[in-house]
Every structure is written in C-alpha cells, then in structure tokens.
C-alpha cells in the first residue's frame, strides 16, 4: 500500500511540476503590468511594445533580434500587437484576447496587463 501512496504521490508532483512549466512557456509576466514573450523577443506594458522592458526581461540579444526582425518597418504599430501563443493585445483598447479573431477579452492576461 506505501508503495502506491507513494507512486501517486510522485506521480502529482511530475505532473504540477510539468504543469507549472508549461503554464510559463514563451509567454510570461515577470510582474503585474507586464507580458514578456522570449519567442518574439519583446516585453510590453499597458502603452505597448517596450524595448526598455525587453532589455530589462529578456536582454540585449532579445532587443536586437527584435530591431533586425523590424527593421525597414516605418509604420510599425507598438501599441497592437501579437505574441506567439496567439495572444492578441490592443493598448488603446486595454483589452487581450486569446486570439485577433476572438470578441471576448481573455480576463487573465487583460487584468495582468492593463488591471482590470
């Protein structure tokens, strides 16, 4: 019988552990305010894309991969953006989705983000 108690045991701790990783991913909030996403090489706040927050969050490299991947773009919009889980931000709106094509905000990301 110990042996099973202890089998599951290990078994819930592999898979909280598993899934605390997981939840993390690319796309994290290192604290309240901010959504750092290390596959798109950017962090933002509630005004939008800050190259100040991804220096400070994912480092000089992430900023320049960030700059060559944009360079040439003259018309960029910093302050709509998506990250690659497909989360879907707008500053001006003050809304995340889990999706560009969703109508409901996603309540999680959008109280990380913009606090409400």
Do not use: R
């Not at 290192?30 to 994912?58: A, H, R, W």
């Amino acid at each position: 019988m110990k042996i099973k108690a202890i089998a599951v045991t290990a078994l819930i701790l592999g898979l909280s552990t598993f899934a605390t990783a997981k939840g993390q991913g690319n796309v994290y909030s290192p604290e309240q305010g901010v959504i750092c996403d290390k596959k798109s090489n950017f962090c933002v706040d509630s005004q939008g894309i800050s190259m100040g927050l991804t220096k400070e969050y994912l480092g000089e490299k992430a900023v320049a991969k960030f700059e060559k991947m944009t360079a040439g773009i003259t018309d960029m919009d910093m302050s709509s953006y998506t990250l690659s889980n497909g989360l879907s931000c707008d500053s001006h709106q003050k809304i995340c989705k889990k999706s560009k094509w969703d109508d409901k905000a996603d309540k999680h990301w959008t109280k990380i983000l913009f606090g409400t």
